[in-house]
């Protein structure tokens, strides 16, 4: 069975600039969960999407925006990147009402 | 928001030695408790979970106990390896909400 994909593996970027963050969740998995990990910081809980639809979502600020395709793939949107917006983004893919999650490895931010 | 947090944020123990690992949570109506493992490089790995209505539960090597009335969780690995050396991290849900983690704990084990 695959597992969580994510793409790319890692993104350098501009302050300002935009970036759009790639996952694939497992196969017979409809929610995908967003959580950023910046250096000391943990797992900080972005989104949560489940059956195309956001489901909840984290302490962020609105430039942080994502979708989820009728496929249960799933993208984030970072919006006028920051420096402090740098951090490994993770992405975990779960049955509906599972607490379960399986990570992919991430995609690995750098704004300059 | 409340958060889960981890009491220690490193902890090295000798290959063979029985590991703890705490963590104390604030919220609670939290009902569902994972522990998870993260490699360097990797994403978090699932490795035990308890359901607010337990208070222990045990898995190959591993387990893992609630106490509810001290908002207390710890992850107990018997006979340590250096293959367990990563960070840990305790995470928290309720119903209807994803799960929130702590900071983390990293294990090192030496042979």
Known sequence: EAGVTQSPTHLIKTRGQQATLRCSPISGHTSVYWYQQALGLGLQFLLWYDEGEERNRGNFPPRFSGRQFPNYSSELNVNALELEDSALYLCASGRTGNYGYTFGSGTRLTVV | ?111
């Open chain 2, 1 to 111: 928001g409340e958060s889960v947090g981890l009491h220690l944020p490193t902890l090295s123990v000798q290959e063979g030695d029985n590991s703890i690992i705490n963590c104390a949570y604030s919220n609670s109506a939290s009902d569902y408790f994972i522990w998870y493992k993260q490699e360097s490089g990797k994403g978090p790995q699932f490795i035990i979970d308890i359901r607010s209505n337990m208070d222990k539960r045990q898995g190959q090597r591993v387990t893992v106990l609630l106490n509810k009335t001290v908002k207390h969780l710890s992850l107990q690995i018997a006979a340590t390896q250096p293959g367990d050396s990563a960070v840990y991290f305790c995470a928290e849900a309720q119903a209807g909400t994803a799960l929130i983690f702590g900071k983390g704990t990293t294990l090192s084990v030496s042979s």
